[in-house]
């Protein structure tokens, strides 16, 4: 349930159809809050599963990897979020959480991205920050 100023908006839990938008997705995120005193503002907390964007051209020279961390607290409505299960029980990868880490922090691989998953991945990267 949503309240809207033009009154309120009721959308199933799970139905993974009904889309944010950009603006409601920050709202919604910004509402979640931290959740750990280690963690800055609307970080991730815990160590978590990642998926690896930078290109490997240059994970291959460079001593640090892009990524987006894995979640398995879902938000299907969210539209800065990519559903995926490389590995993971059923996951988000979240996009809107972009990361540099350390080449020495890489743990051993968990899986792959199917083409679909890494196809849709690349589409709201580039949706969010530009190609």
């Known amino acids: 349930m949503e309240e809207r100023s033009d009154g309120i908006l009721l959308r199933p839990v799970d139905s993974g159809s009904a889309e944010l938008s950009w603006e409601e997705t920050a709202r919604g995120m910004a509402a979640s809050g931290p959740r750990s005193i280690a963690v800055r503002g609307a970080e991730m907390a815990k160590t978590r599963p990642v998926v690896i964007?930078?290109?490997?051209?240059?994970?291959?020279r460079l001593q640090t990897v892009t990524i987006r961390p894995l979640t398995t607290q879902r938000h299907p409505a969210r539209r800065s979020r990519v559903a995926c299960k490389?590995?993971?029980p059923e996951a988000e990868i979240a996009v809107d959480q972009i990361r540099t880490n350390s080449e020495v922090r890489r743990g051993r691989?968990?899986?792959t991205l199917s083409d679909d998953e890494a196809r849709a991945l690349w589409r709201l990267i580039t949706e969010m920050y530009g190609e």
């Not at 964007?53 to 291959?60: G, M, Q």
């Open 109 to 111: 691989k968990l899986g």
């Open 53 to 60: 964007v930078s290109l490997d051209a240059l994970n291959e």
């Open 86 to 88: 490389a590995g993971t």
